[in-house]
């Protein structure tokens, strides 16, 4: 996946591997933290693993493990003393005693596996330390939530910029953002992140501030900060909230229609499926997070009334609390929608964990009423035997390919048949009164017969039964 490119820039991953994490789910959490950090921009040149009971408290690894990763960022390997992490030696302590250091487990990210295991104590990892002599990693990702203060001793030691899983997800959020909304909700999440992280510039905690106008006076420049980030976020949210009324205008008048949203973890493939069913050029991306905006298309080729198909933001472990909350409003489009597709990318041997993270995260925004479907996508890349085994596993799946055109429009005709299946017949009484309105039926509902009488137009239809209502409510005004 990773090939090194002399012009992007490197990075090490570094992931601790805690009580109850198993050996695989380790080097899956780390493969996708590579995938990222790629994703970002960055070539991984190795990875540094440890197995521990809790992280460092004062810098995530144990003292051996980060003089490893030191050399490949060229730092110095130790945190200076007297830092600020001083307040956390009690805890420091309490896990040294809990026997830490132990059992040092070097589990391969991409390019990891090229480095030589040659002695005893050093980690496969450390190999990389001579052939990234030449070019230094500039950027530590670490696979946890970690501290501000464990940032920054993590950054004294290795003299390279620290990004944790979190703010590696951020950046990658405020990258790919188009729509305002998506710009908006990735800014506030941004700040958010930002706020605590921010450190004291020049002369120490009590650098004050002249008394330029009243609430100013005597804070530190930090608070000055701090409030000002605080000030921009409440304003930030103003502006999405305008955003968002016009989006649920927008959204209201899609009420009744029919449709259907594609769900699931990042890169399985909604997108792609999103392009083959309705004919649009929505993006599709080897990469994490392409898609961070919703995209309504009509199915195609079209079918009365027409059906609606939703592309929305992937799910991830471990997604920054801050980004679920910003993302809520996006995913209400999949809370609206008749049919959720979730869409699974079964070729990935961790799909199930996958799976279990979107269905966490959409019963988290209750979405898990809404009807739905499991679509187990990439079968191309399987063989016979896996997808018998599969099948087995998940009888009331849909195996396809959205490479596949055949596999596409029997999903096309699943869908149909599903909104097939819910429609009703009604009759809808149309006064000449109120003939601006049959384009309005035509499109929600299909006419079967059409008679004309006296007081107007006498349609037999069969429509859902949202849109039913919708149209009956617009006849009695
Ligand atoms: N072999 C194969 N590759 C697929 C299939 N579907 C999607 N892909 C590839 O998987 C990658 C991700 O596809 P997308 O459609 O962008 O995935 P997504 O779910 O929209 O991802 P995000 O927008 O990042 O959440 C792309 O490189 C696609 O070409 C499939 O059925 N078979
Ligand atoms: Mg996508």
Do not use: C, W
Not at 244 to 257: D, I, N, V, W
Not at 398 to 409: E, Q, R, W
């Amino acid at each position: 996946m990773t090939t090194t490119n002399q012009e992007r820039p490197l990075a090490v991953l570094v992931g601790v591997q805690l009580p109850g994490v198993d050996d695989v789910e380790h080097a899956a959490d780390l493969a996708e933290l590579g995938r990222l950090v790629h994703t970002l921009g960055f070539d991984v040149i190795a990875t540094v693993s440890q197995r521990r009971s809790a992280l460092a408290a004062a810098a995530v690894l144990g003292e051996g493990k980060l003089k490893e990763l030191a050399e490949l960022t060229g730092g110095s390997g130790v945190v200076p003393s007297g830092a600020p992490e001083r307040k956390n030696k009690a805890r420091a302590r309490r896990a040294a005693e809990s026997g830490e250091d132990e059992g040092d487990g070097e589990l391969g990210g991409d390019d990891a596996d090229a480095a030589d295991d040659d002695d005893g104590d050093a980690a496969p990892g450390a190999g990389g330390a001579e052939q990234a002599a030449a070019r230094r990693a500039t950027i530590v990702a670490v696979d946890h939530d970690i501290s501000p203060s464990q940032a920054r001793n993590l950054e004294r030691a290795t003299g390279a910029q620290v990004l944790d899983r979190a703010g590696v997800i951020i950046e990658i959020f405020h990258r790919h953002a188009r729509s305002r909304e998506a710009k908006l909700e990735v800014e506030i999440a941004r700040l958010n992140y930002v706020a605590p992280r921010l450190r004291e510039t020049g002369g120490g905690g009590d650098r004050q501030r002249g008394g330029i106008g009243g609430k100013g006076a005597g804070e530190s420049a930090l608070e000055l900060d701090r409030r000002k980030i605080r000030d921009r976020i409440a304003e930030l949210k103003h502006e999405l909230a305008s955003v968002q009324r016009e989006q649920s205008t927008r959204r209201a008048l899609r009420q009744g229609q029919r449709r259907v949203a594609l769900v699931g973890y990042t890169n399985a493939g909604k997108s792609s499926l999103m392009r083959a069913l309705t004919g649009s050029e929505v993006l599709v991306a080897d990469k994490l997070f392409a898609t961070l905006d919703t995209t309504v298309r009509a199915l195609h080729p079209e079918v009365r009334p027409r059906i609606l198909v939703s592309d929305t933001v992937g799910f991830i472990k471990k997604l920054p609390h801050d980004l679920v909350a910003s993302f809520r409003s996006t995913l209400d489009e999949a809370l609206e929608a008749s049919l959720l597709l979730y869409v699974a990318d079964a070729s990935d041997p961790t799909f199930r964990d996958q799976l279990g993270v979107t269905r966490g995260v959409l019963s988290e925004i209750g979405a898990s009423e809404v009807p739905s479907r499991l679509l187990l996508n990439k079968v191309d890349r399987l063989s016979e035997e896996e997808r018998d085994a599969l099948r087995l596993e998940f009888p009331e799946a849909t195996l396809l390919s959205a490479k596949i055109p055949a596999d596409v429009a029997a999903l096309r005709e699943s869908i149909i048949a599903f909104f097939e299946e819910s429609m009703v017949e009604a009759e809808l009484l149309l006064p000449y009164a109120k003939q601006s309105l049959i384009g309005e039926i035509y499109e929600n509902a299909r006419v079967v017969s059409e008679e004309y009488g006296d007081e107007g137009g006498r349609l037999s239809v069969r429509v859902h039964p949202a849109a039913l209502d919708r149209l009956r409510s617009l006849l009695a005004r």
